[in-house]
């Protein structure tokens, strides 16, 4: 079941797109698109292959668009009005659905504002970063205290392996001839989200 809505965010409203499959347990994941200033929206290719992955395993799927983006009103601020806009998204999933469990994924500038509010707050069972652009955007302490899984490919020029390897307790997951975009590497992608959410 899959529900489109407007909620109330700290810019006015942002776009929210609601997908429950049908086996739906009590775990929630909230997805955050890539760059906004470069095309980047909820309806991404990779977001597409993450939110796929967590609905065949029963997981209810948020997806929307920060300020600025489709319906999202505002303006696009650098990062610090987008990690309140995913606060403001977390604040109403929790208050409206009560998930049991809510994991966080964010697919590049997605990751680093999901690591940003992830080491905010205490109540995310996973964080999910994919392909990370670690050395190139903030992924500033504290770090979250949930489990945290990065998915990256070794042709990505956006990920910075040594700035990546020395953030704490990061699993990590690399995709041989991945670039940042996992062209030709949706198969892998897949399984590795597949075995983060495991």
């Known amino acids: 079941m899959k529900n489109c809505l407007d909620i109330e965010g700290p810019a006015g409203k942002l776009e929210v797109m609601v997908d429950q499959p049908d086996n739906a347990g009590d775990t929630w994941a909230v997805l955050c698109h890539p760059h906004p200033l470069y095309g980047g929206s909820m309806h991404d290719g990779v977001l597409d292959i993450a939110a796929n992955v967590a609905l065949y395993k029963g997981i209810s799927v948020v997806r929307f668009n920060f300020r600025g983006v489709g319906r999202s009103a505002g303006t696009h601020s650098g990062g610090a009005g987008e990690a309140d806009d995913l606060a403001a998204v977390l604040a109403w999933l929790a ?104």
């Open 95 to 198: 208050s409206t659905h009560h998930p049991a469990r809510t994991l966080l994924c964010g697919y590049s500038f997605g990751s680093s504002i999901a690591w940003h509010i992830a080491g905010k707050t205490g109540s995310l069972e996973l964080l999910l970063l994919i392909a990370p652009p670690v050395g190139m955007m903030p992924f500033d302490p504290p770090a979250p205290s949930c489990l945290v899984h990065a998915i990256w490919g070794d042709s990505d020029s956006f990920v910075d392996e040594e700035a990546l390897e020395a953030l704490p307790g990061v699993v990590q997951h690399c995709i041989e001839d991945a670039d940042h975009f996992f062209m030709g590497c949706h198969e892998g992608l897949s399984a590795a989200v597949d075995e983060a959410l495991s």
